[in-house]
């Protein structure tokens, strides 16, 4: 079993930025593909960027391409989602997801745990 806690939502302006966090315990950390996925109300959860389990391939979708940069410190069992130019429409609640079984990381489906979700909201 994997626990994961995201930290590091807040309210920011826009054209600001955050840096979430995401902590995991309970399994090899190392051996996981990482994901972020957020979910504004009223809308499906969607996937933002994904890191595999070496950190060397990542993908981001193509709204926050350029402005958010997924990282990850397998010693300290951390994923990181660097967060720039915030834009009003960035506002949700962002989850961090795990798995051992990906052949796309950016499909919800794959991704077996979750964090609680951390809220993140961009005024105008």
């Known amino acids: 079993q994997v626990q994961l806690v995201e930290s590091g939502g807040g309210l920011v302006q826009a054209g600001g930025s955050l840096r979430l966090s995401c902590a995991a315990s309970?399994?090899?950390?190392?051996?996981?593909?990482m994901g972020w996925f957020r979910q504004a109300p009223g809308k499906e959860r969607e996937f933002v960027a994904a890191?595999?389990?070496?950190?060397?391939?990542?993908r981001y979708a193509d709204s926050v391409k350029g402005r958010f940069t997924i990282s990850r410190n397998n010693a300290e069992n951390m994923l990181y989602l660097r967060m720039d130019s915030l834009k009003p429409e960035d506002t949700a609640v962002y989850y961090c997801?795990?798995?051992?079984?990906?052949?796309?990381?950016?499909?919800?489906?794959?991704?077996?745990?979750w964090g609680q979700g951390t809220q993140v909201t961009v005024s105008s």
């Open positions: 997801g795990g798995t051992t079984d990906s052949r796309d990381l950016s499909q919800l489906a794959e991704y077996t745990y």
């Open positions: 309970g399994h090899s950390f190392s051996v996981l593909d």
């Open positions: 890191i595999n389990w070496g950190g060397v391939r990542t």
